[in-house]
T-cell receptor
Framework: AQSVSQHNHHVILSEAASLELGCNYS??????LFWYVQYPGQHLQLLLK??????LVKGIKGFEAEFIKSKFSFNLRKPSVQWSDTAEYFC????????????FGSGTRLQVQP | KAGVTQTPRYLIKTRGQQVTLSCSPI?????VSWYQQTPGQGLQFLFE???????NKGNFPGRFSGRQFSNSRSEMNVSTLELGDSALYLC??????????????FGNGTRLTVT
């Protein structure tokens, strides 16, 4: 079965700092990858996704993620965070074959201090 | 367009009881998925329904079941509740089957507390 690891459980940054959240997955086959975000008091929403092609994908609000196949990683980045980026971020994968269930990481809580 | 609606928002039940949660998807969406979110286990996939048929199932015991109606609304049932079933249950809808074909839209969840 596939699994997703997010090593940073809680990250605290000051505004304008750069962000990188780690995501590693374990699965022997091909997967599609996602980052979801949950802002305080709001529902989960899609931030960005990678299916194929350019391994550097851009999402909403200036976020981007890089897929490194050899490292089974899909790290989320943002050059300069804002207070409004305070949220919980979830990495998720779904295999292309077999049981097509979306598997989430445990989430990273990002707190941006003004 | 209204979002995914889950009812009730909060529920308190006693061990051994059963509970039914409801999810109304976005109009036009035919796929509904259910997830359990807990602090320890994070978000775990329960099952996915499309056109009234269960298409995918996670690794949960048979006490967890669901169904989907012809109007795409879905219900999830948990029988013989255990303390460990306390969680936020999230419903997500999408236009078509498979999260990669169309994006998931999540509801705000039903928080179930089992005492």
């Amino acid at each position: 079965a596939q699994s997703v690891s997010q090593h940073n459980h809680h990250v605290i940054l000051s505004e304008a700092a750069s962000l990188e959240l780690g995501c590693n997955y374990s699965y022997g086959g091909t997967v599609n990858l996602f980052w979801y975000v949950q802002y305080p008091g709001q529902h989960l929403q899609l931030l960005l996704k990678y299916f194929s092609g350019d391994p550097l994908v851009k999402g909403i609000k200036g976020f981007e993620a890089e897929f490194i196949k050899s490292k089974f990683s899909f790290n989320l980045r943002k050059p300069s965070v804002q207070w409004s980026d305070t949220a919980e971020y979830f990495c998720a994968v779904i295999p292309l074959t077999g049981r097509r269930a979306l598997t989430f990481g445990s989430g990273t809580r990002l707190q941006v201090q003004p | 367009k209204a979002g995914v609606t889950q009812t009730p928002r909060y529920l308190i039940k006693t061990r051994g009881q059963q509970v039914t949660l409801s999810c109304s998807p976005i109009s036009g969406h035919r796929s509904v998925s259910w997830y359990q979110q807990t602090p320890g286990q994070g978000l775990q996939f329960l099952f996915e329904y499309f056109s009234e048929t269960q298409r995918n199932k996670g690794n949960f015991p048979g006490r967890f079941s669901g169904r989907q109606f012809s109007n795409s609304r879905s219900e999830m049932n948990v029988s013989t509740l255990e303390l460990g079933d306390s969680a936020l249950y999230l419903c997500a809808s999408s236009y078509s089957l498979g999260v990669d074909n169309s994006p998931l839209h999540f509801g705000n969840g039903t928080r179930l507390t089992v005492t």
